[in-house]
């Protein structure tokens, strides 16, 4: 589901079954079901147009297999993972201040083929391994705290949605770009000042007031070089959103609709998050809804969230450590997360939508990120 007014644009495709999205998962962890080239290239007209085929080639179950399958038929099991290969981490609600503590471990990351809606290719399971530990901020960026640094308000509104405007409403109208920089800045207000991860250039407007960079890049070899505060890469935000689940919600299956773009209910995504269902096309106070694991809030819905790393990963490989820790400036970021106007579908953990970075809408925030650094 792509906003309107600049998203960038998602083929939709016509879809042979949209069936159940309930996948068998054994109580031990999991590992990949699918390894990179698992599928067809259906999923590659969403890449050709921007998108990484999320929001119109799902693929799951048929409605009248009577239980868990692919979009082939057969049945979906998710194998035990390897306790030699990876060793997950404790999920455990370790916050303070309004930042919460992840710790390094390794997880499955992407969705199985069972999936409702998930993307052919693009979207294959991996298992990811995260050397760093990194504390990551409990709900996204409020406008009170966007503020507190001097800045300009730059949440509004226009036909397609709106930002609610209370203080501890998330900061919409937000860019990439605008994320880097209030990053930078944080760093720099910080006791003692931390260095800036980011280096921004060929810029023009000011920091909540129409700033707009040509290019952008990470300071040092990796993100993880970094002391100061940054996004989370696509890897880091998954882990987190995760807290150990598999499904599509952190606290469950998603609910199939009747086709791509409905905007259907659903049980589990209404207990956690602001989405089209639900929102009034709105933003709404951060905190609002129930948080996962990590005890993060609003990782789904509400607004979406900037990351780094490619726009798609349709040659996802099977396995990877610190997946994609450098970072590569480009015409298109991923936001992940879905936002307050999405559908179930854009609100999957596993899905992303991509947007240029110095794009701005209602609803476009982010939260940010530290490596714990030994």
């Known amino acids: 589901m792509n906003r309107s007014g600049g998203r960038a644009a998602v083929v939709l495709a016509a879809v042979a079954s949209l069936g159940s999205a ?89 969705a199985p083929p069972c999936e409702w809606g998930r993307a052919q290719r693009s979207q294959n399971e991996m298992l990811a391994t995260l050397t760093h530990g990194y504390e990551i901020q409990q709900h996204e960026v409020t406008q009170a705290e966007w503020t507190a640094l001097g800045l300009t308000n730059p949440s509004g509104s226009r036909d397609d949605g709106r930002d609610c405007l209370e203080p501890d409403c998330p900061v919409g109208n937000v860019s990439l770009t605008d994320a880097l920089a209030y990053a930078n800045l944080l760093s720099e207000r910080h006791a003692p000042p931390l260095a800036a991860c980011y280096s921004l250039s060929g810029c023009t407007g000011k920091l909540g007031e129409g700033l707009s960079c040509k290019s952008r890049a990470v300071v040092g070899p990796s993100v993880y070089d970094c002391a100061g505060y940054r996004l989370p890469t696509k890897a880091e935000w998954e882990y987190a959103a995760r807290a150990g689940a598999r499904t599509a919600f952190y606290n469950g299956d998603i609910t199939p609709q009747a086709g791509v773009g409905v905007c259907g209910a659903d049980a589990k995504l209404e207990a956690i998050a602001w989405y089209c269902f639900n929102s009034g096309k709105t933003t709404h106070p951060v905190g609002g809804k129930d948080p996962n694991g990590w005890g993060l809030f609003d990782m789904l819905g509400n607004a979406s969230e900037w990351t780094t790393g490619g726009p798609s990963d349709t040659n996802r490989p099977a396995a990877a450590t610190d997946y994609e ?50």
Not at 55 to 61: D, I, S, V
Not at 325 to 347: E, R, V
Not at 352 to 366: I, Y
């Open 22 to 110: 309930h996948c068998r998962e054994p109580a031990s962890n999991v590992r990949p079901a699918g390894a990179a080239g698992n599928g067809a290239t259906v999923g590659e007209a969403g890449k050709a147009a921007g998108g990484d085929g999320d929001a119109g080639m799902p693929t799951g179950g048929s409605a009248s297999s009577g239980g868990p399958s692919t979009a082939g038929g057969e049945a979906c099991e998710l194998a035990p993972l390897d306790a030699v290969e990876c060793e997950p981490a404790r999920v455990e609600k370790q916050c303070a201040s309004g930042w919460c503590k992840i710790p390094a471990g390794c997880f499955v990351m992407g």
């Open 325 to 374: 820790a450098t970072f590569t400036d480009d015409l298109i970021f991923p936001t992940k997360g879905g936002f307050m106007n999405a559908d179930s579908l854009s609100c999957r953990i596993a899905g992303q939508l991509p947007a240029p970075p110095n794009e701005r809408a209602p609803g476009s925030g982010f939260r940010l990120v530290r490596t714990l650094l030994p």
